[in-house]
């Protein structure tokens, strides 16, 4: 079964940059389509941002022009990198398969990010 290990969160301020990681186990990077989702308390888990086996690259308009999904198969990680963040980006957020061209597996246990001044 596979596993993903997501970290890189923390608290920043408005404006600031963050770097998310996820390592998967297997060569499950390789071979999938990858997404960054993200949950904030109260709401339902949306994807932000995906990556698609051959590189093409899609994002949630929220996140567009701010994020930057990659990914490295030698590794089996999964990046996301946050710039211009803003308080409404806070939430615990995971990767998993890109659940517009797959099954989703089981959920890691996320990172946090907290964008507060």
């Known amino acids: 079964q596979v596993h993903f290990v997501e970290s890189g969160g923390g608290l920043v301020q408005p404006g600031g940059s963050l770097r998310l990681s996820c390592a998967v186990s297997e060569f499950f990077v390789m071979f999938n389509d990858m997404g960054w989702y993200r949950q904030a308390p109260g709401k339902q888990r949306e994807l932000v941002a995906a990556?698609?086996?051959?590189?093409?690259?899609n994002y949630a308009d929220s996140v567009k022009g701010r994020f930057t999904i990659s990914r490295d198969n030698a590794k089996n990680t999964v990046y996301l990198q946050m710039n211009s963040l803003k308080p409404e980006d806070s939430a615990v957020y995971y990767c998993n398969r890109d659940q517009s061209t797959g099954s989703l597996s089981s959920w890691g246990q996320g990172t946090q990010v907290t964008v507060s001044s």
């Open positions: 990556i698609a086996s051959r590189g093409t690259t």
